[in-house]
């Protein structure tokens, strides 16, 4: 699972994940297939995750899909934001067809996978350069997707997690 690395030096092991919070990435099963670290602080990488592995594809996961997949299905709408903490806000506040990508951008891989709930996609990432860059690198995946795709714009000074807990539902939704 990636959990611990071996030192370059050869003597010992150190924890991939210390000094972060730890998320657990699921399957649609439910099945715990790797691990997720945010970084406490300013460290870097701000993010990082479990290698690949035979049962873990950071390409092909999303993080809190085994959550949203009935919300999904239900509103034919999936929202897709950047980090974690940004799934679970949103989830918490009861906007429940959110799901993450794993720190690295959307995939062809992702695209396949929410084509068989949704019918569109709600592009949500921070409303920084990089956030902005990475939404419309996504835009060409979505090209005879069959899926609709829209992009969310948040106030400059808000991502989805801190703009649903400071002003909530009602003005997210």
Same mark, same amino acid.
């Given at each position: 699972?990636?959990?611990?690395?071996?030192?370059?030096?050869?003597? !010992? /092991?150190?924890?991939?994940?210390?000094?972060? #919070?730890? +998320? &657990?990435? &699921?399957?649609?099963?439910?099945?715990?297939?790797?691990?997720?670290?945010?970084?406490?602080?300013?460290?870097?990488?701000?993010? @990082?995750?479990? *290698?690949? $592995? *035979?049962? /873990?594809?950071?390409?092909?996961?999303?993080?809190? +899909?085994? =959550?949203? %997949?009935?919300?999904?299905?239900? &509103? %034919?709408?999936?929202?897709?934001?950047?980090?974690? +903490?940004?799934?679970?806000?949103? =989830?918490?506040?009861?906007?429940? =067809?959110?799901?993450?990508?794993?720190?690295?951008?959307?995939?062809?891989? =992702? #695209?396949?996978?929410?084509?068989?709930?949704?019918?569109?996609?709600? @592009?949500?990432?921070? *409303?920084?350069?990089?956030?902005?860059?990475?939404?419309?690198?996504?835009?060409? @995946? +979505? #090209?005879?997707? !069959?899926?609709?795709?829209?992009?969310?714009?948040? *106030? &400059?000074?808000?991502?989805?997690? $801190? /703009?649903? %807990?400071?002003?909530?539902?009602?003005? /997210?939704?």
């Amino acid at each position: 699972a990636g959990l611990v690395v071996a030192r370059e030096s050869g003597s !010992g /092991f150190y924890d991939r994940f210390r000094a972060r #919070v730890m +998320f &657990t990435i &699921t399957d649609l099963r439910k099945r715990v297939v790797g691990f997720g670290g945010r970084v406490l602080g300013d460290g870097m990488p701000k993010y @990082l995750n479990s *290698p690949d $592995t *035979p049962l /873990f594809k950071k390409g092909q996961a999303l993080f809190a +899909f085994d =959550h949203a %997949r009935e919300a999904i299905a239900r &509103t %034919r709408t999936a929202i897709v934001v950047e980090g974690y +903490f940004d799934a679970i806000a949103l =989830h918490q506040a009861g906007i429940t =067809h959110a799901v993450a990508t794993l720190g690295t951008a959307l995939t062809p891989e =992702h #695209v396949q996978v929410i084509r068989r709930f949704a019918a569109n996609v709600v @592009l949500l990432f921070d *409303p920084d350069a990089a956030g902005v860059r990475a939404a419309l690198r996504c835009l060409d @995946l +979505f #090209v005879n997707s !069959g899926l609709g795709v829209k992009v969310m714009t948040l *106030p &400059t000074s808000d991502d989805p997690d $801190t /703009f649903v %807990r400071k002003e909530g539902h009602e003005a /997210f939704a």
